[in-house]
C-alpha cells in the first residue's frame, strides 16, 4: 500500500453540520494545531447519504465539501451497531432520530426491538475521509466495543452515547468527561489511524 498523503494545512473543512461531532473533532484535531472550520459556517450543504457503508457515506461527503470549499475536508460517518439487531441501526443511526434528530426516541426504539433479549452487545463505528479537491481520499477506521444499559445515563455527548458501556469501563458516554471519551472512542481510534497516517503521529493499526 502506498504511504498516505500528508495534509499540509492549518485549516480543515468538518463537512458536517452535526455540532456534536464538529465539536469532537475540533477538540481530536486542537493536538495537531489544526483549525476546524464548520461546512455550516462556509454555508455548504449536506450531501445525501446514499452509501452501502459507513465508509461510503464519508468519503461521499468529504469529496462533496472538498469540492465546493476548494480545499480538504474532512467527513465523519458513524453509528452504533446492535448484535441483536444484526448491527442495525448501523449506517441508519441518525435515520432512526428522525428529521429532528430526537435521539431519545431512537434510544427508546433500540431498546423496544431489542425486547426481552439477553444480549446487549454492541459497538460504534467511525469512518473518517480526508478528502482533497482533487479527489484523492485517504479513509480511516475505528470502533469501540461495549454493551447497551438503560435507561440511559448521563448529558454529556451526543447521540445514543447515554446508553453506551464500553468495555472496561464504569461511566456511559454520555457520563464521561470529553477527554476520558477521546481516549476510548470510536472517533478517537479513527483519529488515531489519521493523525499517524497523514499528520506525521505514531499509532498502531491501519488504514481501511
Known sequence: M?????????????ASHNRGKVREIADLLRPCGI???PAGALGLAEPEETGAS????????ARA?????????????????VDALDGAPGIHSARWAGPN???????????????????????FVCALALCWPDGHCETFVGRVDGTLVW???????????????PDGGSETFGEMAPG???????????FRRLTAACFGRPVSGDRA
Open 151 to 165: 435507561p440511559p445515563r448521563g448529558k454529556k455527548g451526543f447521540g445514543y452515547d447515554p446508553v453506551f458501556l
Open 35 to 37: 483549525e476546524a472550520m
Open 2 to 14: 502506498p504511504p498516505a498523503r500528508r495534509f499540509a494545512d492549518a485549516t480543515l473543512v468538518i
Open 180 to 190: 476520558a471519551k477521546h481516549a476510548v472512542s470510536h472517533r478517537a481510534d479513527a
Open 65 to 81: 465539501a472538498a469540492r465546493a470549499a476548494g480545499r480538504p475536508a474532512l467527513a465523519d460517518d458513524s453509528g452504533l451497531a
Open 101 to 123: 434528530g430526537d435521539f431519545a426516541a431512537a434510544m427508546r426504539r433500540v431498546e423496544r426491538e431489542i425486547g426481552g433479549g439477553a444480549d446487549r452487545r454492541a459497538h
Open 54 to 61: 459507513f465508509v461510503d457515506n464519508a468519503e461521499l461527503k
